[in-house]
T-cell receptor, first 110, second 114 residues
Framework: KNEVEQSPQNLTAQEGEFITINCSYSVGISALHWLQQHPGGGIVSLFMLSSGKKKHGRLIATINIQEKHSSLHITASHPRDSAVYIC????????????FGEGTQLTVNP | SQTIHQWPATLVQPVGSPLSLECTVEGTSNPNLYWYRQAAGRGLQLLFYSVGIGQISSEVPQNLSASRPQDRQFILSSKKLLLSDSGFYLCALAGGPIPFYEQYFGPGTRLTVT
């Protein structure tokens, strides 16, 4: 089983701050997913990346395959970014199933 | 683009009662479908997945079962609910070529067992 660890578990920031959320995993993977869960429970996929860096608006995701580590960055954070951010990697036994981190609860205060 | 529908959105059921949650998808054919559960304050747990009609794999032994009677329909059921079945249930599908696929999630059903 591929273990996924996220840090921090909880993060509180002031509006405008630069945010970093980290994810480490234990087994080699082909791709890593970053998900966002809104307060109401809905989940959206932010990124799926297998190498390097991807950027979408104020969100940036990076991955280092050799070090088995990924980071999600939020620039110029805003209260609407408040959500749970979840890292997930393919299950060792089947690439179509995901193993999830416990999530990082981000709160951005105005 | 893929769309996932789930109903009901919320449900309050007594212990020992049956359960049926339905998930239907649009905009894709022969998808891999998944049922996840999220207990309060916990991470996502995969319950069942299906690669085709009538094909169900269970990840953890539990009080629940799943069925896929049609290509775009995935049902989660229980004959007798337990308090521990309370949680947020999400249906999801994998789109695109494995392993470089995207996962799409439905809006979820919040189940409270009383």
């Amino acid at each position: 089983k591929n273990e996924v660890e996220q840090s921090p578990q909880n993060l509180t920031a002031q509006e405008g701050e630069f945010i970093t959320i980290n994810c480490s995993y234990s087994v080699g993977i082909s791709a890593l997913h970053w998900l966002q869960q809104h307060p109401g429970g809905g989940i959206v996929s932010l990124f799926m990346l297998s190498s390097g860096k991807k950027k979408h608006g104020r969100l940036i995701a990076t991955i280092n395959i050799q070090e088995k580590h990924s980071s999600l960055h939020i620039t110029a954070s805003h209260p609407r970014d408040s959500a749970v951010y979840i890292c997930a990697v393919p299950s060792k036994s089947s690439g179509s199933r995901l193993t999830f981190g416990e999530g990082t609860q981000l709160t951005v205060n105005p | 683009s893929q769309t996932i529908h789930q109903w009901p959105a919320t449900l309050v059921q007594p212990v020992g009662s049956p359960l049926s949650l339905e998930c239907t998808v649009e905009g894709t054919s022969n998808p891999n479908l998944y049922w996840y559960r999220q207990a309060a304050g916990r991470g996502l747990q995969l319950l069942f997945y299906s690669v085709g009609i009538g094909q169900i794999s269970s990840e953890v032994p539990q009080n629940l079962s799943a069925s896929r009677p049609q290509d775009r329909q995935f049902i989660l059921s229980s004959k007798k609910l337990l308090l521990s079945d309370s949680g947020f249930y999400l249906c999801a599908l994998a789109g695109g070529p494995i392993p470089f696929y995207e996962q799409y999630f439905g809006p979820g059903t919040r189940l409270t067992v009383t």
